[in-house]
């Protein structure tokens, strides 16, 4: 009978094989003693590693002869170390990536400009955690409430004119009531809005104006003066009775939606913002009667009215010659104030040419209750001013 072969190597000696009688068992035999010699000698290591480990380690094979004879797996350990001696390490490679970041230019992130936070106030009744809520509910509120471009314009009845001087009139009422610049801008935003949603006639439009003041007086004074001191006022003109229905006429257009932002209140935070004194506020509040007065004006929404009035007062404080006459100059309008106002430095200049201009014309306009309130000594007298302001303002108004 016929022996199996062992394998070539020096191995171990695979299990005893059947005997068989035919020449087909014996080559079958012969072929499964070589395929269990070839696995224990590594000769199958080349099939489990990626391929390029593969032609590094046949490589190998073929300088040292292969890997079948002598040594049998010694012969496929020391492969497998020749192949992860030639791979790149894992330290290597962090190296490579870290000379690569360094090789990259560093983007240079913008600086992000210094806000100060003026709400850090510790006087609790001030409630400055609620500030930022209430300022942006009022913005809300103010685009709500815009006048339309030209909203006398839709009836046809009353002129920018016969408006300039019923708030003029409306003016010198609340400056001999003594009454809060509240119920002034108040007053003339009920005007505005009866104005721009009805038509009013010309023998109607004093009446307006009294009891706008005299609705206004009752939302926001404390005492308000009594119903008949605006009939002595209209020269007897008009009865109590025509004051009542102008009223409830009043409350239906509005839709009793009475409340609504002024300029000063915007004012008041920018001021708070731009650190500025009381001179500087005051002359701020005279520029915002004063623009309120012009139809062109009524247009703008109020916190564009302070934003720009604000401006123009810190211009003329900042009057120093020595300071380089350059148009992108912003240092006088801070990011804070920016942040604060919501208008960048390009938006009140674009504004403060008109403004300045209609500072220029009221010093011989018609209408000077505003400029006689603002020339007394409990206004600073802040509506006379100087030779060097006036040569600002006229600059500005280019």
Same mark, same amino acid.
Request: aromatic residues 4%; charged residues 20%; contains cysteine.
């Given at each position: 009978?016929?022996?199996?072969? %062992?394998?070539?190597?020096?191995?171990?000696?695979?299990? &005893? +094989?059947?005997?068989?009688?035919?020449?087909?068992?014996?080559?079958?035999? +012969?072929?499964?003693?070589?395929?269990?010699?070839?696995?224990?000698?590594?000769?199958?290591?080349?099939? !489990?590693?990626?391929?390029?480990?593969?032609?590094?380690?046949?490589?190998?094979?073929a300088a040292g002869g292969g890997c079948g004879g002598g040594g049998?797996?010694?012969?496929?350990?020391?492969?497998?170390?020749?192949? /992860?001696?030639?791979? &790149? #390490?894992? /330290?290597?490679?962090?190296?490579?990536?870290?000379?690569?970041?360094? =090789?990259? &230019?560093? %983007?240079q992130e913008p600086v992000k400009p210094k806000i100060e936070n003026i709400d850090n106030e510790s006087n609790c009744f001030l409630l400055s955690d609620y500030a930022p809520d209430i300022y942006q509910y009022l913005h809300q509120l103010e685009k709500s409430l815009a006048l339309e471009i030209n909203f006398l314009s839709i009836?046809?009845?009353?002129?920018?004119?016969?408006?300039?001087?019923?708030?003029?009139?409306?003016?010198?009422?609340?400056? /001999?009531?003594? +009454? #809060?610049?509240e119920t002034?801008?108040?007053?003339?935003?009920?005007?505005? %809005?009866?104005?721009?949603?009805?038509?009013?006639?010309?023998?109607? +439009?004093?009446?307006l104006g009294a009891t706008a003041i005299f609705v206004a007086a009752k939302y926001e004074e404390i005492f308000y003066p009594e119903i008949k001191d605006f009939v002595i006022i209209c020269d007897n003109l008009y009865t109590k009775r025509d004051i009542l229905r102008m009223e409830i006429r009043i409350l239906k257009v509005t839709n009793f939606e009475l409340s609504g932002p002024s300029p000063l209140y915007f004012l008041r935070r920018g001021s708070k913002a731009a =650190?500025?004194?009381?001179?500087?506020?005051?002359?701020?509040?005279f520029f915002c009667e004063l623009s309120v007065i012009d139809y062109q004006c009524a247009q703008w929404l109020p916190s564009l009215i302070a934003a720009t009035s604000l401006y123009v007062a810190l211009e003329l404080n900042n009057n120093n010659d020595? !300071?380089?006459?350059?148009?992108?100059?912003?240092?006088?309008?801070?990011p804070t104030i920016e942040y604060y106002t919501?208008?960048?430095?390009?938006d009140v200049r674009k504004?403060?040419?008109?403004?300045?201009?209609?500072?220029?014309?009221?010093?011989?306009? !018609?209408? =000077?209750?505003?400029?006689? !309130?603002?020339?007394?000594?409990k206004c600073m007298s802040i509506s006379n001013l100087s030779p060097n302001s006036m040569r600002i303002i006229k600059k500005l108004a280019m």
């Open positions: 009978m016929i022996q199996p072969l %062992r394998a070539r190597t020096n191995a171990a000696v695979p299990l &005893p +094989l059947k005997p068989t009688n035919t020449i087909n068992d014996q080559i079958a035999n +012969l072929k499964l003693s070589r395929h269990i010699s070839e696995q224990e000698n590594g000769l199958n290591f080349r099939s !489990k590693i990626p391929v390029f480990k593969s032609r590094i380690s046949g490589a190998v094979v049998g797996g010694v012969g496929g350990i020391q492969q497998k170390r020749m192949v /992860s001696s030639l791979l &790149p #390490s894992a /330290s290597c490679t962090d190296k490579i990536e870290q000379k690569q970041q360094q =090789q990259q &230019p560093k %983007r009836h046809n009845v009353v002129t920018p004119n016969m408006r300039a001087v019923l708030v003029n009139w409306i003016n010198g009422i609340h400056r /001999s009531f003594h +009454l #809060s610049p002034l801008y108040l007053a003339i935003s009920i005007v505005d %809005r009866v104005l721009a949603r009805e038509s009013v006639e010309k023998n109607q +439009l004093q009446l =650190q500025a004194d009381s001179r500087v506020h005051m002359m701020g509040k020595e !300071k380089p006459n350059d148009p992108m100059e912003t240092s006088i309008w801070t919501g208008y960048t430095i390009h504004h403060s040419g008109y403004l300045c201009r209609l500072i220029i014309s009221s010093e011989t306009s !018609k209408h =000077q209750n505003c400029r006689k !309130k603002y020339s007394s000594s």
